[in-house]
């Protein structure tokens, strides 16, 4: 109820909510470090909810197995770009209103994948997969299944649950 409460209150953005790599075509136009326009498909999960669960799909997916000891220096690094390139009139609100729902957004997206995804893959099917890693938490490695159950367990902790 209160992942629920939050996730509402917070769900102030249309998001892809399928944001990863394969989902994602850059087009390269400018003469700047980044590209000039990023393009998304296969948005059939689109709808209202908090920006940082697209962040949180795209980093935990995206990391390969020996990068997620450094998760958090991940979503550092995300969040100093966007305030890089966000104008300046809109750190505040970002700071004070969607920074602090990363948590929450976090869990939501995990939720899904574990209530959802995980729960329809067969005991055979997770054995035959425990070492690919795919390019969505469907198909994550067992070190990814692993991380996340740890790092939810300790967002719950650190919440009181």
Known sequence: ???????????VTRIHGDAKGP??????????????RVRLI???????????????????AGLPTSLLPAFDTYVAHYETM??????????????????????????????????????????AKLLANRNNVGSSMMGRSEPHMEFVVKRADSILKKLGY
């Open 42 to 60: 296969d948005a059939q999960w689109t709808g209202k909810g908090n920006p940082l669960t697209d962040v949180a799909n795209l980093i935990t």
């Open 1 to 11: 109820e209160d992942l629920d409460r939050v996730v509402s209150e917070t769900a």
């Open 82 to 123: 966007l305030l890089k390139h966000l104008p300046q009139q809109h750190h505040a609100q970002y700071l004070s209103q969607i920074k602090p729902t990363w948590d929450a957004a976090w869990l939501d997206y995990i939720r899904v994948v574990t209530l959802g995804l995980w729960t329809r893959m067969s005991r």
């Open 23 to 36: 989902n994602m075509f850059f087009n390269d136009t400018s003469d700047g470090p980044l590209p000039s």
